[in-house]
């Protein structure tokens, strides 16, 4: 195990490194992220991570699911990213491909929901053993 850098992304206020696992899938689990479809989630998706100031790290799209590893600000709720992403993607596909109202009679392209977890640069021990050792003479706020 090398050595490696922090990479921390910053704000006009804050330096922050808070990155997502994020997976979301079509309804009913329909293969159908192939061929032009596929691209077009991809730019839509891409589109929307700009403009909402989200870093993609990694991002892949199978037939039936999307994984994307990503950096969101503090200031953005991943369940407001998520909505965005989700609900720009459905309605241009849907408006585009209008084949695709033989698969989804309703209005929706994906399933609800979504997984998601965070990854950490550090553990929650390491966090504990700083704040002891860099502040041994304040109050705490906990308990």
């Given at each position: 195990?090398?050595?490696?850098?922090?990479?921390?992304?910053?704000?006009?206020?804050?330096i922050y490194h808070n990155r997502?696992?994020?997976?979301?899938?079509?309804?009913?689990?329909?293969?159908?992220?192939?061929?032009?479809?596929?691209k077009r989630v991809r730019a839509i998706t891409r589109q929307v991570c700009e403009e909402l100031g989200v870093s993609i790290?990694?991002?892949?799209?199978?037939?039936d699911h999307v994984h994307m590893f990503i950096s969101i600000p503090p200031h953005r709720a991943v369940s407001d990213v998520m909505r965005r992403i989700?609900?720009?993607?459905?309605?241009?596909?849907?408006?585009?491909f209008p084949e695709l109202k033989q698969k989804y009679w309703g209005r929706h392209f994906w399933a609800r929901?979504?997984?998601?977890?965070?990854?950490?640069?550090?553990?929650?021990e390491t966090i504990?053993?700083?704040?002891?050792?860099?502040?041994?003479?304040?109050?705490?706020?906990?308990r």
């Open positions: 195990m090398g050595t490696e850098i922090m990479h921390y992304d910053k704000g006009k206020h804050t997502y696992h994020i997976i979301w899938i079509t309804k009913y689990r329909f293969k159908v992220l192939k061929g032009e479809i596929r790290i990694s991002g892949v799209l199978s037939m989700k609900g720009r993607t459905s309605r241009k596909i849907q408006m585009e929901g979504y997984f998601c977890t965070t990854s950490g640069a550090v553990n929650e504990l053993q700083y704040i002891e050792k860099y502040t041994p003479n304040s109050t705490g706020i906990s």
